[in-house]
């Protein structure tokens, strides 16, 4: 959808409309009898699955904080990442939908609209900015919204 579009919602800041979609809000989750301060320090820290980095991530102080550790190359990132990492961001995002009724009803009060991250930071998990991104996470809230309404 363009920028034109009325029925599409476009997040990236906390601290903005919609913002309760991003990995950064501070949300706490629960998964496999962790919990996680974000769902970005979940995301982050299952590059490092079964390592020390893995509970070093989960501990570390802002969601800013796990996105660079979770980011730096000299730590061993798991080799099957690139295989796994959209369904390890589908499991962050329906835990932290299904564990805030804030965000359930959030989700659920978009509608049919198209759920875009809007930032020229990432051209895999937002837009690009300019639409020409992949917007993985605004595909996965729609997959989760639909999920749930079908239940």
């Known amino acids: 959808m363009t920028d034109q579009s009325q029925n599409a919602v476009k997040f990236y800041s906390t601290r903005k409309p919609w913002g309760h979609f991003s990995n950064f809000s501070l949300h706490p989750i629960e998964i496999d009898g ?14 490092f ?12 102080e802002t969601p800013g904080d796990a996105a660079r550790m979770g980011r730096d190359r000299s730590l061993p990132l798991r080799p099957d990442w690139e295989e796994v990492k959209d369904d390890v961001m589908r499991v962050a995002v329906e835990a932290k939908v299904r564990q805030h009724a804030d965000i359930m009803a959030l989700l659920l009060a978009t509608g049919d ?11 895999y998990w937002g837009d690009g900015g300019d639409g020409s991104g992949k917007n993985m996470l605004g595909t996965v809230l729609m997959e989760v919204r639909k999920k749930i309404r079908a239940e």
């Open 34 to 47: 962790k919990v996680w301060p974000t769902s970005e320090h979940y995301f982050q820290a299952m590059k």
């Open 49 to 60: 699955a079964g390592t020390e980095h893995e509970e070093a991530v989960r501990l570390t």
């Open 113 to 123: 609209a198209e759920l875009i991250e809007h930032t020229t930071n990432d051209s």
